[in-house]
Every structure is written in structure tokens, then in C-alpha cells.
């Protein structure tokens, strides 16, 4: 049987699947569903995103759990605002440390870690900064409030080598942000619409077409 260590790190499977799903831990069954799609799929990461009441325990829980269940899967934590933070979820066993913003003491915990660091950016200096302080892969964060594609040429048209990763995208979003040179895509609640969120078969088969969609390989 497979070992957690023997899991690809988060970075390796956004950069070959070019999707990193992200979830709330709060309920079990859900958590569950999208571990069973994505080992499924060939998705081999999920996050888990620190929203709302018990969401950091839940996730250092399912962090556990997940490990044991499927050990395959490289879990990580998302919605990380500072060092503290980040410090007790790589203690846990996060594989990957995921920010809305870029905070270098956090990139720092997770380099001291070898743990993998997603952090947020939206304008192009906040993306600069974040690669001069260790991000490989910097997510665009909020997508949603702009026209992503448009930015991201423009961005891109100066920046050629950067690794810019949209989320919280849906499944017809995808192709106009490949075009736009995309280099993967956070992905969660909205990819279902409006799919059974505890229906493993349904999840499974809307990550598929995203990696379609994305252009990405399966593990």
C-alpha cells in the first residue's frame, strides 16, 4: 500500500492535472466524497479551506483521517493568513499551505517545513512580491472580482514565465482562462453545479471534465 510520503506534493499535481480542489471540512461526508472523487480522478490533492466556526480543527482532524483513508491524496489547508497559523497546520501534516494573500513569514514556515506554498495575489506587484519571496505558483485571488482572462494576458504579456493560478472557478470558465495562459485552477463548490457535494460519482465525473478542460494529465 501506498505511504503519504509516496503522495505527489500539491505543486506537482496542480502543475500536471492543473487543478487543486478546495473544500470546507466541516462536514465529513463531504470531505469524504471529494477524497474518494479525487483519488478517482487522479487529482491526487485536496484543500481545506479555514472558513467559519471549528473549520481549523476539522481540518487538522480530516488532515489525520485522510492520511489513513486515503494515503494517496496530499491534503493541505487553505485560507492561511499568517506564520502562527501555518506553523500548526505543517505540524499537523499539511502538504500544502494555501493564502488568499502573501505573507513571506508564512512562506517562510512552509519552506522550514517542505511544505508547499500557494500564496494569493492580485495586482501585478502583490505577484512579484509573492515570487521574490519563494512562490513557484501564486494564486489569483479574487478571480472573481475581474475579467481574469484580460488580466492575465496582460500580466502574462510582461511576465511570461509566471505561474499564475485562478480558483474558485467553474467548469466553463476553464477554457477562456487556458487561453489566457492559466497555469492551473483552484476549483471546489462551484465545478459542481449544483451536484450532490456528498455524491463521490458525481465529483469524480466533474473533475474529470475539468482536466479535460484544463488541458491536464491524471496521476
Same mark, same amino acid.
Given at each position: 500500500?501506498?505511504?503519504?510520503?509516496?503522495?505527489?506534493?500539491?505543486?506537482?499535481?496542480?502543475?500536471?492535472?492543473?487543478?487543486?480542489?478546495?473544500?470546507?471540512?466541516?462536514?465529513?461526508?463531504?470531505?469524504?466524497?471529494?477524497?474518494?472523487?479525487?483519488?478517482?480522478?487522479?487529482?491526487?490533492?485536496?484543500?481545506?479551506?479555514?472558513?467559519?466556526?471549528?473549520?481549523?480543527?476539522?481540518?487538522?482532524?480530516?488532515?489525520?483521517?485522510?492520511?489513513?483513508?486515503?494515503?494517496?491524496?496530499?491534503?493541505?489547508?487553505?485560507?492561511?493568513?499568517?506564520?502562527?497559523?501555518?506553523?500548526?497546520?505543517?505540524?499537523?501534516?499539511?502538504?500544502?499551505?494555501?493564502?488568499?494573500?502573501?505573507?513571506?513569514?508564512?512562506?517562510?514556515?512552509?519552506?522550514?517545513? !517542505?511544505?508547499?506554498? +500557494?500564496? #494569493? /495575489?492580485?495586482?501585478?506587484?502583490?505577484? &512579484?512580491?509573492? =515570487? @521574490?519571496?519563494? $512562490?513557484?505558483?501564486?494564486?489569483?485571488?479574487?478571480?472573481?472580482?475581474?475579467?481574469?482572462?484580460?488580466?492575465?494576458?496582460?500580466?502574462?504579456?510582461?511576465?511570461?514565465?509566471?505561474?499564475?493560478?485562478?480558483?474558485?472557478?467553474?467548469?466553463?470558465?476553464?477554457?477562456?482562462?487556458?487561453?489566457?495562459?492559466?497555469?492551473?485552477?483552484?476549483? !471546489?463548490?462551484?465545478? +459542481?453545479? #449544483? /451536484?450532490?457535494?456528498?455524491?463521490?460519482? &458525481?465529483?469524480? =465525473? @466533474?473533475?474529470? $471534465?475539468?482536466?479535460?478542460?484544463?488541458?491536464?494529465?491524471?496521476?
Amino acid at each position: 500500500m501506498s505511504s503519504p510520503s509516496s503522495a505527489p506534493s500539491p505543486l506537482a499535481v496542480l502543475a500536471q492535472t492543473r487543478l487543486l480542489p478546495a473544500i470546507s471540512p466541516l462536514d465529513d461526508a463531504v470531505v469524504n466524497a471529494w477524497a474518494d472523487a479525487c483519488v478517482a480522478s487522479g487529482v491526487l490533492a485536496l484543500e481545506l479551506l479555514l472558513r467559519g466556526e471549528g473549520a481549523e480543527p476539522a481540518a487538522l482532524g480530516a488532515i489525520k483521517r485522510l492520511a489513513a483513508s486515503h494515503p494517496r491524496l496530499a491534503v493541505g489547508v487553505g485560507t492561511v493568513f499568517d506564520a502562527a497559523t501555518a506553523q500548526r497546520v505543517c505540524a499537523a501534516g499539511a502538504r500544502i499551505v494555501v493564502s488568499p494573500i502573501t505573507d513571506a513569514p508564512t512562506g517562510a514556515v512552509c519552506a522550514a517545513a !517542505g511544505v508547499d506554498w +500557494l500564496p #494569493g /495575489a492580485f495586482t501585478p506587484t502583490e505577484i &512579484a512580491f509573492a =515570487e @521574490r519571496s519563494g $512562490a513557484t505558483q501564486v494564486k489569483l485571488f479574487p478571480a472573481l472580482a475581474i475579467n481574469a482572462p484580460a488580466f492575465l494576458r496582460s500580466v502574462l504579456a510582461t511576465r511570461p514565465d509566471s505561474r499564475i493560478a485562478p480558483t474558485n472557478v467553474s467548469l466553463e470558465e476553464i477554457a477562456p482562462l487556458v487561453a489566457a495562459g492559466a497555469a492551473g485552477f483552484g476549483v !471546489g463548490e462551484r465545478l +459542481l453545479n #449544483g /451536484a450532490d457535494p456528498r455524491s463521490a460519482a &458525481a465529483i469524480t =465525473e @466533474r473533475l474529470r $471534465a475539468a482536466i479535460v478542460a484544463a488541458g491536464g494529465v491524471a496521476y
